[in-house]
């Protein structure tokens, strides 16, 4: 049987609907607390075993029709060199922020060599998968340039912003380098198995469009060129409404959308392409009728597209209980049956 993923994502007609979640593995699983408790984040990222180990619960607990990898987005800035730390509760916090054209040469390109760990927990992964498709990933340019230059979480990017209006030199410079780290980052995990890729802009809904097509966009779209013709590519942001169209020029086959924007709508703004979303993530935090109802109004909205992949609008947040997300899946795989 044709994976019902793979097959949504190249425009076929799959068996049913298929769904997975942005931060299915993680910290909303009792599983996934057990198995990290004493280890930190970029120490947990460094190990195999238990980066198969969490990548694997979500499939067992829920049978979504895709895995994503565990880890995060800063895991190959890490391994280069860059001092960056993940501060339980605040997120990727960087040492030194990236100011000036020499912090750009702090940045050197990712040799496979440096994330062997990554091509070890894939190759364990695709094992113990079988059927059912490994999805890697990477940060896209903009959205990890914003932790590099803010020095970590940020609400207005104002530094990142200010300095791609002063010193567009630097900004590029930055950013061109940080497309080729995201690129090769994509390369190992496909090279390892991963069956596509999804580069997350968390952070480019800041973004104006023009400032999007100026700043951003070409270093995505060289992040995405590095796997281009190998495995299908998701390209997703937060708050993008106003940028779909841009974001569907990287040439990304899927284009993730938001909560805020309904999936008919996308779909008449991005003819030929596959859509991938779109619940709101609070949705799950409801009672189970409500929940089923909102359910059902994305998959209708999802028939309007070329394809559809179910997923929530951004991540699983931390308190949601696993129950009603396999009530979830359960209702796409039933009610969308062939
Ligand atoms: O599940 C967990 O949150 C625990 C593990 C963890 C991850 N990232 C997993 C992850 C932790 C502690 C982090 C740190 C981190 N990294 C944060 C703060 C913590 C938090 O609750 O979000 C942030 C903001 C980052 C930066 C980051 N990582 C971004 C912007 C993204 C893109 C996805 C998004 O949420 O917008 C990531 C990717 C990421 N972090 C993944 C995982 C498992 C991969 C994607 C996925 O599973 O969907």
């Not at 969490?54 to 029709?65: A, E, N």
């Not at 999007?212 to 060289?222: G, I, V």
């Not at 909560?259 to 996308?266: E, T, V």
């Amino acid at each position: 049987m044709t994976s019902p993923f793979l097959a949504a994502c190249r425009g076929e007609e799959p068996d049913r609907v298929p769904v997975w979640f942005m931060r299915q593995a993680g910290r909303s699983l009792p599983e996934y607390r057990e198995a990290r408790a004493g280890t930190t984040m970029l120490e947990a990222c460094r190990t195999p075993e238990l980066v198969a180990e969490i990548t694997m619960q979500p499939v067992r607990r829920y049978g979504t029709d895709a895995a994503i990898f565990f880890s995060d987005i800063v895991v190959p800035l890490a391994a280069i060199g860059v001092d960056i730390e993940i501060v339980p509760g605040v997120g990727p916090v960087v040492a030194e922020p990236f100011r000036t054209e020499a912090d750009a040469d702090r940045l050197r390109n990712l040799d496979p060599c440096d994330v062997g760990y990554v091509t070890e927990a894939i190759g364990l992964l695709v094992k113990e998968l079988g059927e059912t498709p490994l999805i890697g990933f990477a940060g896209a340019p903009f959205t990890l340039a914003s932790y590099l230059i803010e020095g970590g979480p940020s609400r207005d990017y104002a530094k990142t912003k200010a300095l791609m209006r002063s010193r567009p030199d630097v900004w590029h410079s930055i950013a061109s380098k940080l497309a080729a780290i995201c690129g090769e980052f994509l390369r190992v995990q496909v090279e390892a198995g991963a069956s596509a890729v999804q580069l997350f802009d968390s952070w480019a809904g800041a973004l104006s469009e023009a400032d999007y097509r100026r700043f951003a966009l070409p270093h995505s779209t060289a992040a995405l060129m590095g796997v281009a013709d190998s495995v299908p590519r998701i390209h997703f942001g937060v708050g993008t409404g106003h940028l779909l169209e841009a974001m569907a020029e990287t040439g990304a086959e899927v284009i993730g959308v938001d909560f805020r924007i309904p999936l008919d709508q996308a779909a008449a703004r991005l003819p030929g392409k596959t859509l991938q979303g779109n619940l709101d993530p609070t949705a799950i935090l409801a009672d189970d009728e409500p929940l089923i109802a909102e359910t059902d109004e994305v998959l209708q909205a999802g028939r309007a597209a070329r394809g559809h992949i179910f997923n929530l609008g951004h991540g699983v947040l931390p308190d949601s209980d696993p129950a009603k997300l396999k009530l979830v899946v359960d209702r796409v795989h039933e009610a969308t049956r062939r």
